[in-house]
């Protein structure tokens, strides 16, 4: 079975630093990765994922996230945060085999000071 | 993506009771899940809602606590059968979308509280 770990549980920064979120999983074959992000009192929304191709994907509101197979991780990236980045963000795993069973994270709780 | 809708968006119950909540989604999906987040953690796949037989649960859930319904490839329901304050949490019900996607969008949520 399908694990994911996500080492930060709360992250606060300025606003325009630099995020990295950190997401590592555990599963022994060929995965999908995603990022989900949720908005304080929205729904949970889809932020980018990786199926194949290049491991350097990009999603919505400026965000990417870097697969890097070897080292088991699918971290998430902003070159430098906005206030309304203000939410809690996700990292999930499913099987690539048209399992579509989601594993997620605990979550990271992000924190933007104006 | 198909949109989803959730009712009812919160509920206060009391132990022993049982609530009956209902995922529409405004196209024919092809998978349909249910997931559980419980306060302060991350969310918890229930089991799949399959179309026309009886859903597949994940380990630790079951259907005598969790009945699950698909009638049809648009609409779902999960019964939180005979409550008690630890099912206090958010269920929310996920769609693969109108091709069959791997890509999972999630409905808004019902906020369960039990008294």
């Known amino acids: 079975a399908q694990s994911v770990s996500q080492h930060n549980h709360h992250v606060i920064l300025s606003e325009a630093a630099s995020l990295e979120l950190g997401c590592n999983y555990s599963y022994g074959g060929t995965v999908n990765l995603f990022w989900y992000v ?77 | ?58 380990s630790g859930f079951v259907i005598d606590k969790f009945p699950i319904s698909r009638p049809n490839l648009t609409f779902s329901t999960l019964t939180v059968s005979n409550m008690s304050p630890e099912d206090s949490s958010i269920y929310l019900c996920s769609n693969t979308g109108t091709g069959g996607t791997d890509t999972q969008y999630f409905g808004p949520g019902t906020r369960l509280t039990v008294l």
């Open chain 2, 1 to 58: 993506s198909a949109v989803i809708s959730q009712k009812p968006s919160r509920d206060i119950c009391q132990r022993g009771t049982s609530l009956t909540i209902q995922c529409q989604v405004d196209s024919q999906v092809t998978m349909m899940f249910w997931y559980r987040q419980q306060p302060g953690q991350s969310l918890t796949l229930i089991a799949t809602a399959n179309q026309g037989s009886e859903a597949t649960y994940e």
């Open chain 1, 38 to 114: 949720q908005y304080p009192g929205q729904h949970l929304q889809l932020l980018l994922k990786y199926f194949s191709g290049d491991p350097l994907v990009k999603g919505i509101k400026g965000f990417e996230a870097e697969f890097i197979k070897s080292k088991f991780s699918f971290n998430l990236r902003k070159p430098s945060v906005q206030w309304s980045d203000t939410a809690e963000y996700f990292c999930a795993v499913s099987p690539n085999f048209g399992n579509e069973k989601l594993t997620f994270g605990t979550g990271t709780r992000l924190t933007i000071i104006p």
